[in-house]
């Protein structure tokens, strides 16, 4: 009913080894995050769901720090603390410094307050807006 | 109880026009959104959000774009098609391309995805994590 | 898939007008609103979810205006347009002036606001507020 | 990556202290909150923000009082811990019962229940609310 | 301002005796959950959300264990750990196995995902589902 | 700005219509949900989200009825017309019944609002629901 057990490599299958494995590769390090060893409780969608971090959060357009910088400010929306914890530590690696921080929760907090204002008000969309893009 | 009056420019008092010319001028443009003309039927607001916005999304540490993206971001993550349409236009006309769209919208899929994984796990925050920033 | 269909009062069954016929009689009004002939769909749900609003939305320790102000207030934050539009149109009957409007409004939009900045910054309860209540 | 650090009025610099020393004479209070000690980690956000509150809770067309509720009841919503506690807290110093806490708190649990009944049966808008406010 | 004071038995008036009692006889167990001891500061929101409880959860066109994994579901999204913890302990007493919690968490981490893919795109409802049901 | 083209068939790219048909194929029908001809604006979200929605709404622990219902309830939850609507379809298509999907919706509310309560109040988790899974 509470956590789930954490899946230590030692205890692991192969099917999850394989997948610690790849995270370690990917990631340039010898540890593996909780949330992979809860996930492992579900082989299938911890490959599933490490599957989809790996293409997504890989480097693109965009990279890897604004990725982080946009995973961070979801998180915080909604009000996650693991995944706040754990991706601010990823952009800091990155090159995150304070001052970006700040900046990002700053945006975060003024998204939510005007998301607000704009449907309370009901604003409409401005006819300039609307072409299909 | 529907959508509040709009505050067309040639309707306005001296006070909300003055934050009108302040948004066309800083964004060198001779329209103000619908948002504005919304908020302007409490022009305490109008200001204060204005001062908000011009403050927060002004280049910093983190680039015009970048900050549009973060505010894409929340806005789809809270569902506010208003916030959501008008950033992204925003952030169209600071560079961003379809694939960073695409991209964007990939992450936010993602972490509101991995934000429930996490709290429905009850992963706990791993030990290396834990200091203080 | 779409909307329910709307049960209006001449093809409601014995059960369901009774509660109409208690809500026209509750609101001293001679129509029901949308959101009560949806429900109708399903007697045993029009029932129990008319039973708690009528207990909770009564004069109590709040006045009902304040009551309504705290229902929109909830709906802004969830972005439920039908429950903002139709509650505005309530407080509105009970008193509510444009100014009182605008201030909720502003509330709203703030505590959105600070809820991310509290949660995105983890600001720890100050001790003096642990006591038990 | 955890909570950040509480800035201490003795180790704030000058623009700090100034926003500081305003919380107290406004509050008629010897201490600050914690979640001002973690904004001062952002000079900038800090005093926008708390400008913010001061302008928006201060008495207007709502009393204090109401203006806190309609906090809380925010915050139960978002279920941000820190806020509802510092919120409840200060609704209570401006007069606010047990039996109104119990009232505000079921008008949270309902509206959260509604907002879904409406939005998950789309009911359509009442021809009767659709005019423009 | 902090938890509530949980009201227990022996302290508990008749009102709430009776509801408590009427817990106990309904789930045939001989304790009665924190929730309610919390709910039992307002008697007449216990007795109100206990009735509705008692209604909804009970066995209908859907068996409890499907209601159950939808409670939870629901409480994953809001990310309410008590409600979370509370009603999984209850799906596995009505037979939850380990895979089905698995395959639930699951979906709610891909409809969370796609909710935001649908709004973001702003995706058009099909005309084939646009019937009304 | 506004919705994405929706792209068809007879215009996709063989990456996009590969997709198209395993949906087709694996789903018994001709045609495809606007759902994924936005996506297709970006084939490798395209691909892996429908290689996601293929192998987690699949038969297994849980039946597919059930797996429908636990997505609309999410869908509900998050309010996003477009997957409620979808999903509500599928459901049907699967055997969903009124009475089922009207059990679904009270449950969905039911947990909306107990998500608030026991947050609100701060409801501490009872010693018995402590022990890990």
């Known amino acids: 009913m509470g956590p789930v057990k954490l899946i230590e490599y030692k205890d692991a299958n192969a099917q999850v080894r394989a997948v610690y494995d790849d995270i370690m590769a990917t990631r ?67 090159g995150m410094t304070d001052a970006m921080f700040h900046e990002m929760m700053a945006i975060v907090g003024l998204a939510n307050q005007n998301n607000r204002l704009a449907e309370g008000y009901q604003v409409e969309i401005d006819d300039c807006f609307k072409e299909q893009s």
Chains 1, 2, 3, 4, 5, 6 share one sequence.
């Open 28 to 94: 340039k390090t010898d540890r593996v995050n909780n949330f992979w060893k809860a996930l492992a409780n579900d082989p299938v969608t911890l490959r599933r769901t490490w599957e989809s971090v790996k293409q997504i959060m890989a480097p693109g357009a965009l990279d890897p720090l604004t990725k982080e910088l946009i995973y961070v400010a979801v998180s915080v929306t909604n009000q996650c603390r693991y995944c706040m914890t754990t991706h601010t530590a990823s952009a800091t690696n990155k």
